[in-house]
């Protein structure tokens, strides 16, 4: 059974501050998704990862294969980056879910 | 607001046999993608739906598979005869726009194993 490990659980940050938020899975994937969820909100999709990088505007993903980790970054934050951030690994069960980070930009 | 649903969770059926799996996507969402995650490989698009027309059905395997959503709300996707190689997880996914890079919202997978 795969295990999605996320850190920080919480994280407060000032606007314009760089932030970084880890994930970790125990078995072998074949992609991770990094998803988005403000409160009162439906989860939206960010990133697919399979490999390497990918960017979005402010939103940068990268994903280790062979260390089972990934990281999503988000540079110059602003207070409506505020919302839980989950990383959910893509295996021959389905989708695994992180429990997420709850992220707070503050003005 | 609720997400995008899926039924069943777990199908377990034999070759030759058929299955069949819901999807009903986020209100007002009007497209509706299908995906088949082969273990070891990352989601394949097998249909991708515009209220009830087909915007891209080139990977859907025609022979054994079909999908329809005949009112642009739910949709249902069949296989038939079921082969061992169907043994996937089945995704369904929607979002309010039609581009490939419009954000979907996934629903948490059918996993079908075909003995």
């Known amino acids: 059974k795969n295990e999605v490990e996320q850190s920080p659980q919480n994280l407060t940050a000032q606007e314009g501050e760089f932030i970084t938020i880890n994930c970790s899975y125990s078995?072998?994937?074949?992609?991770l998704h990094w998803l988005q969820q403000h409160p009162g909100g439906g989860i939206v999709s960010l990133f697919m990862l399979s490999s390497g990088k990918k960017k979005h505007g402010r939103l940068i993903a990268t994903i280790n294969i062979q260390e089972k980790h990934s990281s999503l970054h988000i540079t110059a934050s602003h207070p409506r980056d505020s919302a839980v951030y989950i990383c959910a690994a893509f295996n021959a069960d389905g989708l695994t879910f992180g429990k997420g980070t709850h992220l707070i930009i503050q003005p | 607001e609720a997400g995008v649903a899926q039924s069943p969770r777990y199908k377990i059926i034999e070759k030759r046999q058929s299955v069949a799996f819901w999807c009903n996507p986020i209100?007002?969402?009007?497209?509706l993608y299908w995906y088949q995650q082969i273990l070891g490989q990352g989601p394949k698009l097998l249909i991708q739906f515009q209220n009830n027309g087909v915007v891209d059905d080139s990977q859907l395997p025609k022979d054994r598979f079909s999908a329809e959503r005949l009112k642009g709300v739910d949709s249902t996707l069949k296989i038939q005869p079921a082969k061992l190689e169907d043994s996937a997880v089945y995704l369904c996914?929607?979002?309010?726009?039609?581009?490939?890079?419009?954000?979907?919202?996934f629903g948490p997978g059918t996993r079908l194993t075909v003995l």
């Open positions: 078995v072998g994937i074949s992609a």
């Open positions: 209100s007002g969402h009007a497209t």
């Open positions: 996914a929607s979002s309010t726009g039609a581009l490939r890079t419009d954000t979907q919202y």
